[in-house]
Structure formats: structure tokens, C-alpha cells
Nanobody
Framework: QVQLVESGGGLVQAGGSLRLSCAAS????????MGWYRQAPGKQRELVVA???????DYADSVKGRFTISRDNVKNTVYLQMNSLKPEDTAVYYC???????????????????WGQGTQVTVSS
């Protein structure tokens, strides 16, 4: 089982910046995908940005040019640098990780898909 712990959320004024962190722990063999999602009140959870083990990224159009994802494969940690924040960025931000666990007694390496508890980001106008 993999646990994800997010940190770095808070309250900022429009135009300000925040840096979110997500640390994964557990019997992790590999992490193939990590990403950030967000959910605002009354809205569906949406992808903010994702990054693969190879470094490929996929940003939502609404955050392109403002947000930057980075990954530390040694620490199994992903970061989200958020600049030029807007009130519409206000949401709970969730970290997601997908990959494989270390093998069980049969030598299998089960897939995992884990979510963090979320961290609140509030941007005031």
C-alpha cells in the first residue's frame, strides 16, 4: 500500500504563488505516473497536470504557463509550483500516484493507484 501526503496549501492573494509537495511512501517498486488534480465546490475533480517517469508532462489549458510540475524520483516526491494564481484556482488539490509495488510471496508486483487527502488552496481577489 502506498500513502501520499500533500503539503504547501494555504491562502494567497491573486497574483501570488504557492508550492505544493506530495511525498509517496510504502513498498514502492516504481512510480510510473504522478499528478495533481483539483476539485472546487460544486465542480468535478479535474486534472491539473501529470508527469510520467520519463518526464513527459500534460497540463490543463487553464494552468499552462503558470504552473510547473517537477518530480524527485529518488525521494518519490512530486511538486507543483503555482504562480500568478487566480481566484478560480481555489480548490482542494489532490496528489495521485500510479505504479507498482514490490513483489509478494509469489513474486508478483501489483499495481497501485493512490490518492492523497488533499490540501486546500484559496486565492483571494
Amino acid at each position: 500500500q502506498v500513502q501520499l501526503v500533500e503539503s504547501g496549501g494555504g491562502l494567497v492573494q491573486a497574483g501570488g504563488s504557492l508550492r505544493l509537495s506530495c511525498a509517496a511512501s510504502g513498498s514502492i517498486f516504481s512510480i510510473n505516473h504522478m499528478g495533481w488534480y483539483r476539485q472546487a465546490p460544486g465542480k468535478q475533480r479535474e486534472l491539473v497536470v501529470a508527469i510520467t517517469s520519463g518526464g513527459s508532462t500534460d497540463y490543463a489549458d487553464s494552468v499552462k504557463g503558470r504552473f510547473t510540475i517537477s518530480r524527485d524520483n529518488v525521494k518519490n516526491t512530486v511538486y507543483l509550483q503555482m504562480n500568478s494564481l487566480k481566484p478560480e484556482d481555489t480548490a482542494v488539490y489532490y496528489c495521485n500516484a500510479k505504479g507498482a509495488l514490490y513483489g509478494d510471496y509469489r513474486g508478483l508486483r501489483p499495481d497501485f493507484d493512490s490518492w492523497g487527502q488533499g490540501t486546500q488552496v484559496t486565492v483571494s481577489s
